[in-house]
């Protein structure tokens, strides 16, 4: 007999569940087994009786919060702290499935402190970070993918993060994985059935079957993994670094970009010759800038200590922003920038060439000489189109072509696809490496099949396939994960 | 005044499981007595009249592999042997005998009979006796006294070194360290159906089918056990009364018929294999090339299925008459008929009973029918037009415990020194009973000399998925092994069973020290030779080139190993020796393994992998004394299952039904917080 799934966590959490600022409204939920007892000590209805208790589950309800300690309600009279709506959810049909209160007040930091403060003298807790979610995956209400995406949303720092994580928490992601995930179980099972029951399971065509699955399985895969970095990139933000020599531009394009948005963190502590860091938003995307002090080979310890820093901003970066003076020739030191530059298009990431100045090139010939030349010193599989930067040329004076450069910036990583998109994302780098290792598997599936290999051995690598996928879903027990995935939520403080 | 015999362990039930179990507590130096309903049935086939099969001849092997009986056993009384799949990978292949039952049975009883400690009785044993384990504390010293009164161990063979030393320190009382516990009870003997008592420490349960059996033809249902046997009445409400729930199962078996009444020229011929491999690590391949018999192959087809469906409500289980569950993978030919219902045609394969005999089996076709429908039913089917019943197809139900309540050592939880094994924990199958019964006797000697009991990991060998699957798993019907039950199955091979679980069997004293030493020799060998291989390169010489030609095998570009040249699925071992003149002179069974590992080196490494995953899981251990209570986000469900089970290990509590990843999860963390 299956038994209702009921949380019994001993102690009763609240929190505020929506910011405290001067809202119009503010929720307080409270969650636990006392959630109840606990809200009705300070909830009077329309009327100014306690009736939590009677109340149905899953209803609505308007009253006020009062302070039962004070002495006017000693007097049997309300003193009011706020005109409320509550709304009462009973275990497990909550969101954490524990019995589950929420106080709609009218918003503002005073108002909601105060109510909190009256819910947290009943003998309730203050929840930790994340701590409801935890619950709601404790009770089995949510799945891990669910989970990681409730903390993204909370932490998403832009549109598209939001949108993804939204997505991802109607388990749009988990619903695909488990497709994928049931349909390499369908595999495994028939494999399964044929090694014990050969009289009923014919396998003679069965190799040409898979290997017809597995194509397919393979094809979906490569989709959710084609924008996976772009997603998380977006997602995470777009760790930008601004080269070039002294003068080049630099910190003009940095005041630029920076100046036309609002900074959402401002300087990092460092020298003038240090790196400078700033996050600015364009369209959809987040930036976090650095200005580099330029990668010249110097004597000065100060002036050392930036380059070394340049450097690892190369070598982390996800764009690479090159400003060259287009002015002025090429020197020694841009050839070893477009070095360090090529580094990092090697391993993954973008990059725009900005030829700055071209408001004092003296003609349009002169300025397709610079960019060529600048060209040439890419010079490793022009063919390539990963490694290759893009080309562009503008005035940060003049403003003059800067307004492509935020469209190709945005291009670049598919910002206007991946809005566009109806898929889901893998934005987490923990489920898109799962589903690479899952698609590894099936390439030596596919391996196996080709070599004439019989059933019993595709099973090992399907088998692979599928607790990889599983990771994803929380179905694959790992001796680390829950750890892994909660430590971000402070779990066990 | 009752009588009261002393001995150390009992054996109910002189069964597969059983005769394993008593042979491993003898040898092991325990006085032990084995208890039948009747000595002629020891070691019986009352079902198939084979020993092993897909993922049955893995257990037999394993069996062999750690000192039991089964696989010698039938190495000397086979009349026909077969690989199976061996157009499969490794892991499939699995080799089955046909046995001359009586033979079988006969030979067994044979080894008990020169068993040294071992004592064979027909009684039907009627209670098992128990104490509070807290009063036996006082009774520690009488049980120790108990012990000492058993014969002085003469039986030492000389060849037998390792099983020696442990004999000694079993006889060595000091070392008897009996593992205080709290609470439960504790196993003080049995009585028989006469009144007499033996009392002793260990009893080990195997009665297979014969408790309150009943066997049901059609409308005729008799009260007896297997082929006619007197069944045991009195020992379930013993049980019953100890606190072990039983349950009912069923399961069946097809007619025996008069082999000069069949038309084999209607059948497919199916002949045993040119070369016998033996089943057991210490048979001499040569000894196994005897002269085999046949069996054949013929099918069911529409008129069978015909009267079978006409007939359907006559038989008991549709009927409802049968109360027991039934297994699904081994079923009647009734419910093949119902569940199949769309294929026009199944199996049968004739099979012979043994040499003295002209009786058939008739295997594919067991049935509960009345035995008019047997008699038509049978009768439709090509080459038994003519066939002349010798005895019925019946099914036989009968009361059994759900292994849930087992340790791992197959002792039950709370009741100390009482062991079951074999079809009386649900399980069905003669080598899995086998496999049960050696377990269980190794852990009841290893638990009397207060020595580590012997569990075999899933990733160690097809009897730790058969035992982790019982005693873990909320089995429904009779448990049947099957190869897929095996995760790790391409590690679990038939043919590397030796080297598998040798060393348990040397641990705990079933293996001596020579065949112990030539175990770690083969490794050596093997190790040594696969080294070689990848080490010795060819060039793309003329006289290699012609030799690869003449092999079909594509021409050399560059200089290669004589190990990528095995990967080659048109080369083996034995083709490679023109182009290996130097290679040392190893045995059959090393070069086996060395083609397998290096041919398949990719699918074994990736399933180790898979195997240390596991085992990290395994090795995070769940205290005896965990309170899960104390686990507060546990779902009310995976609280009460893991309370139920009381599971060794993280690894073990992923594998509960009704225990979800997301329980185990919030176990792990809390595991955590209870280190530190």
């Known amino acids: ?493 | 005044m009752e009588y009261r015999i002393k001995t150390e362990v009992c054996v109910i039930g002189a069964g597969h499981a059983g005769c394993e179990a008593a042979l491993a507590c003898a040898r092991l130096g325990l006085d032990t007595t084995i208890f039948t309903m009747n000595v002629d049935s020891i070691a019986m086939m009352p079902c198939n009249p084979h020993i092993g099969g897909s993922s049955k001849g893995h257990l037999v092997r394993e069996i062999d592999a750690l000192g039991g009986e089964m696989g010698k056993n039938i190495d000397k009384t086979f009349i026909q042997s077969k690989m199976l799949n061996v157009s499969k990978g490794p892991a499939v292949h699995s080799l089955r005998a046909q046995a001359d039952k009586a033979e079988y049975s006969k030979e067994m009883r044979r080894v008990l009979e020169g068993q040294e400690q071992l004592h064979i009785r027909q009684a039907e044993v009627t209670e098992i006796l128990l104490e509070e384990a807290e009063a036996s504390a006082a009774s520690e010293d009488k049980l120790r006294d108990k012990a000492l009164d058993r014969p002085e161990d003469t039986s030492a063979s000389s060849e037998d070194k390792a099983r020696n030393k442990s004999r000694d320190r079993s006889t060595d009382r000091s070392e008897d360290s009996i593992v205080e516990r709290k609470g439960g009870k504790r196993v003080t003997g049995v009585r028989i159906v006469t009144g007499t008592v033996y009392e002793c420490r260990a009893v080990i349960v195997c009665t297979g089918t014969y408790l309150n059996a009943r066997c049901l033809v059609g409308e005729c249902i008799t009260e007896t056990g297997p082929s006619g046997m007197q069944r045991s009445e009195l020992l379930s409400a013993s049980l019953e009364s100890a606190g072990i729930p039983l349950r009912r199962f069923k399961t069946g078996t097809p007619a025996r018929m008069d082999g000069r009444s069949l038309d084999y020229s209607k059948m497919t011929v199916q002949q045993g294999d040119p070369v016998v491999v033996p089943f057991s690590y210490s048979t001499d391949p040569a000894e196994v090339q005897i002269e085999q018999f046949p069996c054949y192959l013929t099918y069911t087809n529409e008129e069978t299925h015909h009267i079978i469906r006409e007939n359907i409500d006559r038989s008991p289980i549709y009927a409802g008459i049968i109360e027991g569950t039934g297994p699904r993978y081994c079923p009647s030919i009734e419910d093949k008929v119902v569940k199949f219902a769309e294929k026009t045609r199944h199996q049968v394969f004739i099979e012979p009973e043994g040499r003295g005999t002209n009786e058939v089996y008739v295997d594919g076709m067991s049935s509960s029918m009345p035995d008019d429908v047997q008699q038509r039913m049978y009768r439709t089917v090509p080459g038994l037009e003519h066939c002349e019943i010798i005895k019925n197809a019946y099914a036989i139900e009968y009361d059994c415990i759900n292994a849930n309540i087992l340790k791992p050592t197959l002792e039950i939880k709370d009741i100390y020194g009482l062991f079951c094994a074999g079809q009386f924990n649900g399980s069905s199958g003669y080598e899995e009973a086998a496999a049960q019964g050696l377990i269980a006797g190794i852990n009841a000697a290893m638990e009397f000399k207060g020595k580590e009991p012997l569990i075999i990991e899933r990733s160690e060998g097809y009897i730790g998925v058969l035992i982790d699957d019982l005693v873990s798993k909320d089995n429904r019907e009779p448990y049947r092994m099957m190869t897929s039950r095996a995760e790790y199955r391409l590690l679990l091979r038939q043919d590397n069973a030796d080297l598998r679980l040798r060393r348990y069997g040397y641990r705990v004293g079933l293996i001596t020290r020579e065949q112990y030493e030539a175990l770690c020799n083969k490794e050596e060998a093997i190790h040594k030779e696969i080294e070689r291989l990848k080490r010795v390169k060819v060039g793309g010489s003329r006289p290699v080139q012609e030799f690869l030609a003449a092999k079909n095998s594509a021409e050399l570009k560059t200089a290669c190993s004589l190990a990528e040249l095995l990967c080659r699925p048109e080369l083996d071992y034995d083709a490679l020796a023109g182009l290996d003149p130097d290679r040392p002179k190893y045995s059959r069974s090393v070069t086996e393994q060395v083609e397998i590992e290096i041919r398949y080196e990719g699918y074994i490494e990736r399933q180790r992998r898979q195997v240390e995953q596991f085992e990290k899981l395994e090795r995070r251990h769940i205290p005896e004394d965990i309170d899960y209570d104390e686990v507060k986000s546990l779902r009310i469900e995976a609280r009460q299952k893991l309370k139920q089970y009381r599971p060794a290990s993280i690894g073990q509590a992923t594998r509960l039904s009704g225990v979800t990843p997301a329980d185990v999860q919030v176990l792990l963390i809390y595991l955590e917080k209870f280190k530190k």
Do not use: W
């Open chain 1, 1 to 493: 007999m299956a038994l209702p799934v009921k949380n019994t966590n001993e102690d009763t959490i609240a929190a505020a569940a929506t910011a405290m600022t001067e809202a119009g409204i503010g929720i307080i939920r409270v969650s636990g087994p006392e959630a109840f007892s606990a809200c009705d000590r300070i909830f009077r209805n329309a009327a100014g009786k306690r009736a939590l208790l009677s109340y149905a589950a899953n209803t609505i309800h308007f009253g006020h919060i009062v302070d039962p300690e004070s002495p006017a309600e000693a007097a049997k009279q309300m003193n009011i702290v706020d005109e409320v709506m509550i709304s009462v959810m009973k275990s497990p049909h909550s969101y954490t499935t524990e019995d589950t209160v929420e106080i709609n007040s009218h918003g503002g930091v005073y108002v909601m402190n105060r109510i909190l403060q009256l819910v947290l003298d009943q003998g309730v807790r203050l929840a930790e970070p994340g701590e409801f979610t935890k619950r709601a995956f404790f009770g089995g209400r949510i799945d891990l993918a669910e989970a990681e995406a409730v903390m993204d949303m909370i932490s998403s720092q832009n549109e598209f993060a939001m949108k993804t994580a939204a997505r991802q928490m109607t388990g749009e992601v988990s619903s695909k994985i488990c497709s994928l995930r049931e349909r390499v179980l369908h595999e495994l099972a028939f494999i399964e059935a044929a090694i014990d029951d050969p009289e009923n399971y014919d396998t003679e065509s069965y190799p040409e079957i898979l290997h017809t699955a597995v194509a397919g399985l393979i094809e979906e895969m490569d989709a959710l993994l084609l924008y996976a970095d772009d997603s998380r990139i977006i997602k995470e933000g777009v760790r930008t670094a601004i080269i070039g020599r002294p003068n080049a531009g630099k910190s003009s394009l940095m005041n630029y970009l920076v100046g036309s948005e609002r900074a959402i963190v401002t300087e990092i502590a460092g020298t003038t010759r240090d790196t400078l860091e700033e996050s600015v938003r364009i369209g959809g995307a987040l930036l976090h800038l650095t200005d580099t002090a330029g990668i010249r080979e110097t004597e000065d310890i100060v002036e050392q200590i930036g380059v070394g820093r340049a450097r690892q901003a190369i070598e982390d970066a996800d764009l690479v922003i090159f400003v060259i003076d287009a002015s002025l020739p090429l020197s020694a030191e841009e050839k070893e920038i477009a070095e360090a530059m090529e580094k990092a298009l090697h391993r993954g990431a973008k990059g725009i060439v900005l030829l700055n100045k071209s408001d004092l090139v003296k003609s349009e010939l002169a300025l397709r000489e610079t960019e060529k030349e600048a060209m040439d010193l890419f010079h490793a599989n022009k063919n390539s189109k990963i490694s290759s930067p893009l080309f562009l040329s503008a005035s940060l004076l003049t403003g003059s072509g800067m307004g492509l450069l935020k469209e190709e910036i945005l291009r670049l990583f598919h910002v206007g696809e991946l809005k566009e998109r109806n898929e889901p994302y893998l934005v987490s780098r923990r489920h898109a490496e799962a589903v690479s290792n899952a698609r590894r598997s099936l390439d030596l599936v596919r391996q196996s099949i080709e070599a004439g290999l019989s059933e019993d051995f595709y099973s090992i690598d399907l088998m692979n396939c599928y607790a990889e996928l599983g990771k994803i879903l929380g179905e694959q027990v790992e001796d680390d994960l829950a750890e892994e995935i909660f430590s971000k939520f402070c779990l066990g403080k």
